[in-house]
T-cell receptor
Framework: DAGITQSPRHKVTETGTPVTLRCHQT?????MYWYRQDPGHGLRLIHYSYGVKDTDKGEVSDGYSVSRSKTEDFLLTLESATSSQTSVYFC????????????FGDGTRLSIL | QQQVKQSPQSLIVQKGGISIINCAYENTAFDYFPWYQQFPGKGPALLIA?????SEKKEGRFTISFNKSAKQFSLHIMDSQPGDSATYFC????????????FGTGTRLTVIP
């Protein structure tokens, strides 16, 4: 496994509460990504980072924010969780340059009641 | 709107048979087409990838066939084994941005002994 650790692995919370998911890498890769995985949708990109403090929106960014204060950590925050954000969240990393593979963590299963 | 369409949604194959999963895309800017394999409770893992300058790529029992004019690509698993039972995702990306991937909706493969 690429050195990617996601925490927590499971979380149950209530609607309206803030939630932060953490992705930690030991590979020193420049790019980091957050995806959500839902049945019938595959994986969809939420936000990505192309360097420390450099982030951009993905396909489904509404309701999510991210931060990257150091190379190894990429945080995903749900400011006020909603039931529609119940999902499995995956972090990925890659090197810059065309066609570089993305390597995924094992995910965080988030349930919002 | 799904940028990469994948079929079938599920597939059951006898041990030793050939598993075939198909994907199609519209965006002609896509130039990198990876396939990911995912086991329950794990993140997707890169299986094999192809660029549009070749029509076929083979790695062991796994082959990608690519038809640029039809904007279609497929994964063939020869001599399918029970250990191949997993969910498979096709994906595509272009050279812009941070190699962002657009995923198909996934195919759950079951190989019967």
């Amino acid at each position: 496994d690429a050195g990617i650790t996601q925490s927590p692995r499971h979380k149950v919370t209530e609607t309206g509460t803030p939630v932060t998911l953490r992705c930690h890498q030991t590979e020193n890769h420049r790019y980091m990504y957050w995806y959500r995985q839902d049945p019938g949708h595959g994986l969809r990109l939420i936000h990505y980072s192309y360097g420390v403090k450099d982030t951009d929106k993905g396909e489904v960014s509404d309701g999510y924010s991210v931060s990257r204060s150091k190379t190894e950590d990429f945080l995903l925050t749900l400011e006020s969780a909603t039931s529609s954000q119940t999902s499995v969240y995956f972090c990925a990393i890659s090197e810059p340059g065309g066609n570089q593979p993305q390597h995924f963590g094992d995910g965080t299963r988030l349930s919002i009641l | 709107q799904q940028q990469v369409k994948q079929s079938p949604q599920s597939l059951i194959v006898q041990k030793g048979g050939i598993s075939i999963i198909n994907c199609a895309y519209e965006n002609t800017a896509f130039d990198y087409f990876p396939w990911y394999q995912q086991f329950p409770g794990k993140g997707p893992a890169l299986l094999i990838a192809i660029r549009p300058d070749v029509s076929e790529k083979k790695e062991g029992r796994f082959t990608i066939s690519f038809n640029k004019s039809a904007k279609q690509f497929s994964l063939h698993i020869m001599d399918s084994q029970p250990g191949d039972s997993a969910t498979y995702f096709c994906a595509a990306s272009d050279q812009t941005g941070a190699n962002n991937l657009f995923f198909g909706t996934g195919t759950r493969l079951t190989v019967i002994p």
